[in-house]
């Protein structure tokens, strides 16, 4: 596991879903439909002067948001109808932080209409905004450490070299993900040359 690093161990993963800030509900029901995921990146055009040196278009990481606060924001039907940021007290006003401490993430009873599903939400106020995060050359073994002595539940991986128009996550890793018997069904190799070493 010393040579394999996470981001081999995300490219044998199926592509990252990710969000933006403020996102079209119709997006997130898709989301929430068909993917397991229990996080999902949460992505905002970069907003920085043009003197940093960073090419327009460039996309930053906001942060990572639990599928238990999607499913409480459809719940809520805290929809906006244009797409736009929210304030502070809108957040306060609708989500009291102990109901957010719930881990709710069963949507099957909310019905949403067709117009509802042109709306949008503004998931910057529920959003992580300092997930932990790892280059992709980390080694594997280095991040289970990373994963116990913390105990994380996800790891967001960033590519070594920021590139502009290229997402800023190229992966993420759950505890599922570092399990032995994950890694050597995602590279059975590493099985055969633990084998040979033994001998």
Known sequence: MRNLSVGDLGDAKPPVVTL???EKVARIVDVLKNTTHNAFPVLDEAEVAPQ?????????LHGLILRAHLVKVLKKRWFLT???????????????????AEREDNFDDVAITSSEMQMYVDLHPLTNTTPYTVMENMSVAKALVLFRQVGLRHLLIVPKIQVSGMSPVVGI???QDLRAYNILQAFPH???SKGRKAH
Do not use: H, S
């Open 52 to 60: 940093v040196g960073l090419a327009n278009g460039a996309i930053e």
């Open 82 to 100: 244009e797409k736009r940021r929210t304030e502070e007290w809108e957040v306060r006003e609708k989500f009291p932080w102990d109901e957010l």
């Open 173 to 175: 890793l759950t505890r």
């Open 20 to 22: 933006q800030g403020v």
């Open 190 to 192: 590493l099985e055969k």
